[in-house]
């Protein structure tokens, strides 16, 4: 199992993704984890997660199946990555090769399947999406109480980000609608993982100073505390402009939190009608303005876990097991 995130940068959901499913084989006692020399032999399935430089040289160098995970794409680098557009197309063709040496892609969505095609990657995809340890979050709505006092909360309705500081995941917009609603707390969770490497640095760090005093910008904070956050606050609102799959919606949603999002394809796909969107500051302000009914947001609140029910630990292993089998049976055919 390789992610360069466990030696770079953390804190996004890629390497989320990887601790999962670095916990979900640990659970399962037909697999293990190979490491060492072994790790390159031709009976090992070498997975991976990113596409940096160290793990296009681990894939040449590995002997047996490999699977790569397809969390990033061109798409996910507009609005990320400083001049992500002016290197555009060597981008496009350097993730064309990485991909192209998997024996197995697993897709997150159709909508990243749909990328994936149209960049035109060669090997077969197999659609799998996130999944998460719901037990790790759930259990956390017994001590909302507790942890809103923690965080120093009043009364007020509490609407939660959570995200990388870059104007994808909409945080432009999110203060925006702040604004508009002076009486009620908005808290993002995240920072600038890739420091001067971020799409819009210093616009973005001028937003954030200049912010009206009902934001909170937490920065980047341990997985953990981010679940503390989502079972604390009472709704999650996310209007980022791309996503594979969208790993902080599923843990809010796996939380219990109604969701207020834009409406991508990636969303539809998993959640259907268990949530609300918009796409403009007025459309998100006035879904937002709606559940300040307690009434409103419990009933959302219950979609949502309901369509995250279907995302949890034994569907990632399930679709784990699946998709080494599929890989090994191709290895062995090659």
């Not at 032999?41 to 490999?66: E, K, N, Q, S």
């Not at 302000?285 to 630990?313: I, K, N, P």
Request: proline share 4%; with cysteine; aromatic share 8%.
């Amino acid at each position: 199992m390789v992610s360069e995130s466990s030696f770079t940068v953390r804190g996004h959901g890629v390497h989320s993704v990887y601790e999962e499913s670095v916990r979900a084989i640990k659970r399962m006692p037909d697999l293990e984890i190979a490491s060492g020399c072994r790790a390159y032999g031709a009976d090992v399935i070498l997975h991976v997660h990113t596409m940096g430089p160290f793990a296009a040289i681990r894939m040449l160098a590995h002997r047996g199946p490999i699977l790569v995970s397809a969390h990033v794409t061109p798409g996910t680098l507009a609005g990320s990555i400083r001049g992500a557009h002016v290197v555009r197309g060597l981008v496009r063709r350097y993730m064309r090769a990485v991909f192209d040496m998997a024996t197995l892609v697993l897709s997150v969505s159709k909508a990243t399947t749909a990328e994936l095609e149209e960049l035109g990657v060669r090997g077969p995809i197999l659609p799998m999406s996130n999944a998460i340890d719901e037990r790790r979050i759930r259990p956390l709505a017994e001590r909302r109480e507790e942890l809103r006092r923690g965080f120093g909360w009043d009364d007020r309705m509490v609407v939660l980000g959570v995200g990388q500081i870059q104007p994808r995941k909409g945080v432009e917009e999110f203060v925006a609608c702040a604004r508009s609603m002076p009486h009620v707390r908005f808290v993002w969770v995240g920072g600038m993982q890739f420091g001067m490497l971020s799409d819009s640095r210093d616009a973005l760090t001028r937003l954030r100073a200049e912010a009206p005093g009902n934001v909170t910008f937490t920065g980047l904070v341990p997985r953990e505390e981010v679940f503390a956050y989502c079972a604390a606050a009472d709704v999650f609102f996310l209007p980022s402009r791309h996503e594979t799959f969208g790993l902080a919606t599923l843990e809010a949603a796996t939380a219990g939190m109604p969701l207020v999002l834009t409406d991508l394809p990636c969303y539809r796909e998993w959640l259907k009608d268990s949530y609300l969107h918009g796409r403009t500051v007025e459309e998100h302000v006035a879904l937002l303005r709606e559940l300040e009914d307690a009434g409103a947001r419990a009933e959302w609140g219950e979609r949502a876990s309901r369509a995250a029910a279907g995302y949890d630990s034994r569907m990632l292993m399930d679709g784990l097991r699946e998709a080494y089998l599929l890989a090994a049976a191709r290895g062995r055919r090659g």
